[in-house]
């Protein structure tokens, strides 16, 4: 088994060191070590933040030299996300601050969408815009034609505002378009959801299987921590996708299951879990329903008839299936996080939700805990109205489990022949690239042009901005106070970010701005506190504390007030599902017509010439977020595609030669990308990473650089249970001259 210390390298990918501000920052190893506790270089002052750059929120220290210059951002020690250390994107935060395509001012429209054709404007003009446009649609559709899509720390600001104006129309894309048909998996089943960081007790597994889920690359801090300590500890790793991924190289087991087959796999394993009595009966007996129909349900599903679908070998799906039920309890059948693949996602999920309770691992040690999470303070606010016009009620009936607003289904409420129950006429865009984010570009462009108004909120010059109405630029999450981080984590804890340095430019805090925009509303009593800060330290105090105190220490950890990470010995749990306990079987889905069990159907083969596009992560970018920064361009400026070594054969394609890509449908990439022949993809397959090939010249170091992904997602398959968007139901094929000169060979 690879060491921790060799795991850490090469998810690293070869990173070396990171210019930061005026100075370099040495690296060395994947992650940013920690200052000496209680040591600080007398010549550098240090302000408490936690990351912006993912949604793991690692809290952090960031450090300003005698100049006043930001130079470095390290882990804070007392933080449980992170453990002091930080990965090459939170030490590369810095770029965000210092990158000089920063958005400066705020814009207006002076010609139709698309152009990028904008006057600068002051704030004052711009907000009395927005809200002067608000007020109308209000007045002509209602307040709920208008539509909130959002990302990050800010969302809780633009939430408050956008329902104390009257609409529940808010959407985080990450719901439809990443987690949701997990959390809704786990929800129908346990009654509860993974949260976010996941409550996945990798440490103490003794195996861990990883189906889709790239640990390694997509840089969740704390799990690739833990999973660095459990190789370490001799855990058994099995990794199953089509491509030798990092994590595969580090597994025991690597399935190199052919795509869209996930779901008959994990129904083998259940069948050989069953027949077999692998499962932890006395859990099963005392926790779960639904059991005999589950059996009866798999008893067909050998791994010789998962083997005619998945291309993996009965004897390799046996074996695997021992490892996990020899390591259980303490066995972890991950839940992924970016699931949103083929349109039976929830389902899939469903099916990985069954295994873990089989093994018995929810709420045992090795498998989940039980998540704590403090409860701040809230301020006395008016109560917001109830909205007359819900999300659900756009397309009645549809998608009935989503528990959130449907990003994509707001997107298609304001298509007018669409005939949704209501319209969708003005959208607010904050810290969320659209064009990067939904599949189905045309689709988003067409919905934009039937809009009165689109105000995008961003610090950066992203696709999205070409095509508002107004443009707001917020200051990065350097430059100001945010919401206090409270995530559920294994103790409930508390994590500070504030300014390390003044607004650039002439951005502003998201606070100030939505506080602003609700003055013009008549909604300024739903934001009491005069600045973000005020509100802190109110909240702090009630909770012992201080914002005084907490710029000292960043983070604030308490005790567990009970003893129950894990589930006691016998103890009688009730879980928050119909029936009290763990369902197998799900009435709540039969209600509402869909399978109370998983099953597999086929899913449609690549045409001739064609492969199945496959996309994923890098260890320095999250997604197309930043793709621009200076300091993590330098690590990564451009994707490349995996091409098999016999389709290259085929094809005569080399290593760095430049293709088009073209799909199903004749959409083409704007940009050419460079070939990797590699055995680490199957035959049938092709990857990229996402978040290249922007079109917006505004982002010097990213135009034109690599592939989009996100171009060549025009069929997308929907998951009727949630609405997620499932997006590997595309194929590609090889353009090797510019399109226009020449078709595909």
Not at 575 to 600: A, H, M, R, V, W
Request: hydrophobic letters at 35%; proline letters at 7%; one cysteine or more.
């Amino acid at each position: 088994m690879t060491s921790r210390r060799e795991f850490i390298k090469i998810t690293a990918l070869g990173v070396g060191a990171i210019a930061a501000g005026t100075g370099m920052y040495k690296a060395g190893r994947f992650f940013a070590l920690p200052d000496k506790p209680g040591k600080v270089d007398p010549d550098l002052t240090r302000t408490p933040t936690y990351c912006e750059v993912c949604f793991w929120k690692c809290a952090g220290w960031v450090y300003k030299n005698p100049e006043g210059r930001i130079w470095k951002i390290t882990g804070n020690e007392e933080d449980q996300h992170c453990n002091g250390r930080f990965c090459p994107r939170g030490t590369g935060g810095v770029g965000m601050y210092y990158d000089g395509d920063r958005l400066k001012n705020p814009l207006i429209r002076v010609e139709e969408r698309g152009k990028q054709v904008f006057r600068e404007a002051s704030w004052d003009e711009a907000l009395e815009h927005v809200a002067g446009k608000m007020k109308n649609i209000a007045s002509k559709y209602g307040p709920e034609s208008i539509a909130l899509f959002t990302h990050g720390s800010g969302s809780a600001n633009f939430t408050t505002l956008v329902k104390a104006f009257g609409s529940g129309n808010i959407a985080e894309p990450s719901y439809a378009q990443c987690r949701g048909p997990r959390d809704e998996a786990f929800f129908a089943t346990f009654g509860e959801e993974v949260y976010s960081p996941e409550v996945t007790d990798i440490r103490d597994t003794k195996c861990l299987v990883l189906i889709g889920s790239h640990i390694g690359e997509n840089m969740h801090n704390g799990q690739i921590q833990e999973m660095s300590d459990a190789i370490d500890k001799g855990t058994t790793i099995i990794t199953v996708d089509p491509r030798f991924s990092t994590a595969a190289g580090k597994s025991k087991y690597w399935l190199p299951i052919k795509p869209s087959t996930d779901l008959a796999l994990l129904l083998s394993w259940t069948h050989e879990i069953i027949y077999n009595e692998y499962y932890d009966r006395k859990y099963v007996e005392k926790y779960c329903t639904g059991f005999d129909k589950l059996k009866e349900h798999v008893k067909d599903f050998t791994p010789e008839w998962a083997y005619g679908i998945t291309t993996l070998k009965p004897d390799l799906i046996r074996k695997t299936a021992r490892e996990m039920a020899n390591a259980s309890p303490a066995v972890l059948v991950h839940p992924g996080r970016h699931v949103t693949w083929y349109g039976d996602d929830t389902q899939r999920i469903r099916a990985i939700a069954i295994l873990n309770a089989l093994l018995g691992s929810w709420g045992r040690r090795g498998g989940f805990y039980r998540p704590a999470k403090f409860s701040l303070a809230q301020p006395d606010i008016p109560k917001f109205s109830e909205p007359a016009r819900l999300a659900q009620d756009l397309f009645p009936g549809k998608y009935p489990v989503a528990s959130s607003a449907v990003s994509n289904a707001l997107i298609d409420a304001t298509i007018p022949e669409n005939n949704p129950g209501y319209p969708i006429k003005g959208w607010i865009v904050n810290a969320t690239n659209l064009l990067s984010t939904i599949p189905n570009i045309p689709n988003t462009l067409k919905a934009i042009q039937n809009l009165d108004l689109l105000v995008a909120v961003d610090t950066m010059p992203m696709e999205i901005t070409g095509w508002a109405d107004v443009v707001l630029p917020e200051c990065t999450y350097l430059e100001r106070y945010d919401a206090l981080r409270v995530a559920p984590h294994r103790k409930p804890a508390i994590a500070l970010r504030m300014p390390a340095a003044e607004p650039m430019n002439n951005s502003k805090p998201g606070y100030w701005i939505t506080r602003e925009l609700s003055k013009k509303l008549g909604l300024a009593s739903y934001f009491p506190f005069e600045k973000q800060e005020d509100l802190l330290d109110w909240q702090l105090k009630k909770a012992g504390t201080s914002l005084e105190e907490m710029k000292k220490s960043g983070v604030k950890t308490f005790e567990r007030e009970q003893d129950d990470l894990y589930f006691a010995e016998d103890e009688n749990v009730v879980f928050p599902t119909d029936s009290g306990k763990i369902e197998l079987y799900s009435g709540y889905f039969e209600q509402l017509g869909f399978d109370p069990l998983p099953k597999y159907y086929p899913h449609e083969e690549p045409p001739e010439g064609f492969y199945r596009l496959i996309y994923g992560r890098a260890p320095m970018h999250t997604f197309g977020r930043t793709t621009n920064n200076p300091n993590l361009a330098d690590l990564m400026d451009e994707n490349c595609v995996w091409v098999n070594p016999k389709v290259a054969n085929e094809w005569g394609l080399k290593t760095d030669q430049l293709v088009w890509l073209k799909n199903q449908d004749d959409a083409v990439t704007d940009f050419p990308v460079k070939v990797r022949v590699t055995e680490r993809i199957r035959w049938d397959s092709v990857y990229i990473v996402h978040g290249f090939g922007h079109t917006g010249k505004q982002l010097s170091r990213a135009y034109g650089k690599g592939a989009s992904d996100t171009r060549l997602i025009t069929r997308v398959l929907v998951d009727p249970v949630m609405g997620g968007t499932g997006m590997r139901g595309n194929f590609v094929t090889f353009l090797t001259r510019e399109p226009g000169k020449e078709v595909a060979s």
